[in-house]
């Protein structure tokens, strides 16, 4: 099937750039030590990506230290990398809190030479080694024009932000503010900030919908967002595509509000993949191979015309409620 042709390609793709590898002489090198460090975010989505690192650390036999940062905070990732330099590891996959705040940490761990791997959010301000994930610019450009195909001239539209600290955040609300405009410039948006957080999502929406009852489409940057926001709609009395609702992520739980009626777009990223990929080139970088400075782990717009068949192909299905 197309779809599935398309994920098979992506995926042979993804392996051909991160110089996958051999198996007889490795078995007898000493065990690399990788450490994979998250932003303390549990949601579906996240539960997802950390599955797939996993995966990919006992696939290449590997002892994985996985950690994260408690309540998303920027200190406590800090003072995760010092450790992980201290205990010389081989290398480090890392989803920062602040792309610009753990620069500082990752310049001494290159320093050090451990390589460093970006997983799913940039880092400014060091030279790392590799950024593994979703190209979010050209996602959410899709995102946005799917939004300016379903408005009109003087339509508003909400938009849920993700947190502008990071680079996911703030290239999600760019790429979806430009595909926007490539299709309806004449349109309002109404922003709800939030730094990720599903409840901040809720109670601004809530918001903006006593402001702006007329609102066509609600996107989010992601998922979770749209979980917030139909829990607004709800608490609104409006029913089920009374207001379109467009997601970003493909997890589980925005997947479900679309069998139910509740989303009509979602643009999806390959979740399992940007964890699995994020190890494969830490442990590819840490036996000294060269790896990509880039590698966008794909996307995919689904419907609910294609929605079983994405379900099924990625493998999101097995944690999606019957």
């Known amino acids: 099937m197309k779809l599935l042709s398309m994920l098979k390609q992506a995926g042979l793709a993804v392996l051909a750039s991160t110089c996958m590898l051999a198996?007889?002489?490795?078995?007898?090198?000493?065990?690399?030590?990788?450490?994979?460090?998250?932003?303390?975010?549990?949601?579906?989505?996240?539960?997802?990506?950390?599955?797939?690192?996993?995966?990919?650390?006992?696939?290449?036999?590997?002892?994985?230290?996985?950690?994260?940062?408690?309540?998303?905070?920027?200190?406590?990732?800090?003072?995760?990398?010092?450790?992980?330099?201290?205990?010389?590891?081989?290398?480090?996959?890392?989803?920062?809190?602040?792309?610009?705040?753990?620069?500082?940490a990752i310049n001494r761990a290159l320093a050090a030479g451990i390589p460093v791997i970006a997983v799913d959010t940039g880092i400014t301000g060091a030279r790392i080694t590799s950024y593994v994930a979703t190209d979010n610019v050209r996602a959410a450009v899709v995102q946005g024009r799917w939004t300016g195909e379903?408005?009109?001239?003087?339509?508003?539209?909400?938009?849920?932000?993700?947190?502008?600290?990071?680079?996911?955040?703030?290239?999600?609300?760019?790429?979806?503010?430009?595909?926007?405009?490539?299709?309806?410039?004449?349109?309002?948006?109404v922003e709800v900030p939030t730094t990720w957080d599903q409840t901040m999502a809720q109670n601004g929406v809530e918001s903006a919908l006593r402001s702006h009852r007329n609102a066509r489409v609600i996107a989010s940057a992601w998922d979770g967002g749209a979980l917030g926001a139909r829990a607004a709609m709800?608490?609104?009395?409006?029913?089920?595509?009374?207001?379109?609702?467009?997601?970003?992520?493909?997890?589980?739980?925005?997947?479900?509000?679309?069998?139910?009626?509740?989303m009509q777009a979602n643009v999806a990223q390959m979740l399992s993949r940007i964890g699995q990929v994020g190890v494969e080139t830490a442990v590819a970088a840490a036996r000294g191979q060269t790896v990509p400075e880039r590698i966008d782990t794909g996307s995919f717009l689904v419907l609910p015309a294609n929605l079983e068949q994405f379900a099924r192909d990625s493998g999101v299905i097995q944690f999606m409620r019957p």
């Open 23 to 104: 198996s007889t002489a490795q078995a007898q090198a000493p065990t690399l030590t990788i450490a994979y460090i998250t932003n303390g975010n549990t949601n579906e989505g996240w539960t997802l990506i950390n599955n797939g690192a996993e995966r990919a650390g006992q696939a290449a036999g590997v002892r994985l230290i996985s950690v994260a940062a408690e309540r998303g905070e920027l200190s406590r990732q800090l003072a995760i990398v010092e450790d992980m330099i201290s205990r010389r590891v081989n290398a480090i996959a890392i989803a920062p809190v602040d792309s610009a705040g753990i620069a500082p």
């Open 150 to 189: 379903q408005v009109r001239d003087g339509d508003t539209v909400i938009y849920i932000t993700g947190d502008q600290s990071q680079s996911t955040g703030r290239e999600r609300r760019s790429g979806f503010l430009q595909g926007l405009n490539e299709v309806r410039r004449n349109v309002r948006v």
């Open 234 to 262: 709800l608490s609104a009395g409006l029913r089920a595509g009374s207001i379109q609702i467009v997601g970003f992520d493909g997890s589980p739980g925005g997947l479900m509000m679309m069998r139910q009626g509740w």
